[in-house]
């Protein structure tokens, strides 16, 4: 179960890319289906299609086919071990940032 702090959406008026990435990963941390994705991550569909190539070839997520012939529920989205790390490395970046450190020090 996902945690409501965990995503940048519940955090933030507007996310940066990077933070939209990393809520689709932190949804994904588990098999999802495409729309329990687009409605926890709160993305849209067409930047959803675009994200899932990139992260696909970062090695970031991978998706498997289910029976269903639905486009909605007809695969299933997981984060590999490489992209849990990367959302856990993107999320310590943002907290440093948000704790007002003055790194010019």
Not at 15 to 41: F, G, N
Not at 75 to 101: C, K, P, Q
Request: aromatic share 10%; charged share 30%.
């Amino acid at each position: 179960m996902i945690r409501s702090d965990e995503l940048f959406a519940e955090r933030y008026p507007r996310r940066d890319r990077i933070q939209v990435l990393a809520d689709i990963v932190t949804v994904c941390s588990e098999p999802t289906k495409l729309t329990r994705i687009l409605r926890l991550a709160n993305v849209q569909y067409n930047f959803f299609k675009k994200a899932m190539e990139t992260l696909r070839e970062a090695g970031i997520m991978e998706s498997t086919s289910t029976d269903s012939r639905d486009e909605r529920t007809r695969f299933e989205f997981e984060a590999t071990d490489v992209g849990i790390s990367w959302r856990n490395f993107v999320h310590l970046v943002y907290i440093m940032l948000d704790s007002g450190n003055d790194f010019d020090e």
